[in-house]
């Protein structure tokens, strides 16, 4: 079945410490996405790529990092200079992206607790 | 960008209740319009879709119809069961960037 996989589902990081959130997705996707959620708060954009090898900053950037070498895998690396790290991070995908982007598929998120 | 106008939550119901959550949009044009549900501890996913004016999407009871006019697509449900309960969210096609807002929470007691 296609569809998105995110790993880990739980995930405990002590202060200071980088963690990467993976994110990989079988849909032939070209457009990938990540996505915060705080308790009861809608989603905030981190980052996104259009396409390999090249991604943009979202809303909320600092003090995390992405790359996009292959099509289908969008990591996300959480760093020690991100303030206030622990939230349910989301992956998700597009077709396309802009106008013709259709539906976003999503993946089931990651839990980021710091002790 | 497009975007997207969503009631404030929580809703509250008890089961079988009627469900209404409202939503306008503003865009360029006429993009395709969705709905997500975000069940707790999940991920968000596709609830139903429309892709042009006057159509109406549906699923698992809920509907939701394309209007031009009043550049709304509100979200409907005749009977809501407690497994309803869950975020919904109200989104365009068609930005840039996918946007997503608060959503809307959705408590049904039994």
């Known amino acids: 079945d296609g569809g998105i996989t995110q790993s880990p589902k739980y995930l405990f990081r002590k202060e200071g410490q980088n963690v990467t959130l993976s994110c990989e997705q079988n849909l032939n996707h070209d457009a990938m996405y990540w996505y915060r959620q705080d308790p009861g708060q809608g989603l905030r954009l981190i980052y996104y790529?259009?396409?390999?090898?090249?991604?943009q900053k979202g809303d909320i950037a600092e003090g995390y990092s992405v790359s996009r070498e292959k099509k289908e895998s969008f990591p996300l690396t959480v760093t020690s200079a991100q303030k206030n790290p622990t939230a349910f991070y989301l992956c998700?995908?597009?077709?396309?992206?802009?106008?013709?982007?259709?539906?976003?598929?999503f993946g089931e998120g990651s839990r980021l607790t710091v002790l | 960008g497009n975007s997207v106008t969503q009631m404030e939550g929580p809703v509250t119901l008890s089961e079988e209740a009627f469900l209404t959550i409202n939503c306008t949009y503003t865009?360029?044009?006429?993009?395709?319009l969705f709905w997500y549900v975000q069940y707790p501890g999940e991920g968000l996913q596709l609830l139903l879709k429309?892709?042009?004016?006057?159509d109406k999407g549906s699923n698992k009871g809920f509907e939701a119809t394309y209007r031009k006019e009043t550049t709304s697509f509100h979200l409907e449900k005749g009977s809501v069961q407690v497994s309803d309960s869950a975020v919904y969210f109200c989104?365009?096609?068609?930005?840039?960037?996918?946007?997503f807002g608060r959503g809307t929470s959705l408590i049904v007691h039994p």
């Open positions: 998700a995908s597009s077709i396309g992206a802009g106008l013709l982007s259709g539906e976003l598929f």
């Open positions: 989104a365009p096609e068609g930005s840039y960037i996918p946007t």
């Open positions: 790529s259009q396409i390999v090898n090249d991604f």
């Open positions: 429309a892709t042009k004016a006057d």
């Open positions: 865009a360029t044009g006429y993009p395709s």
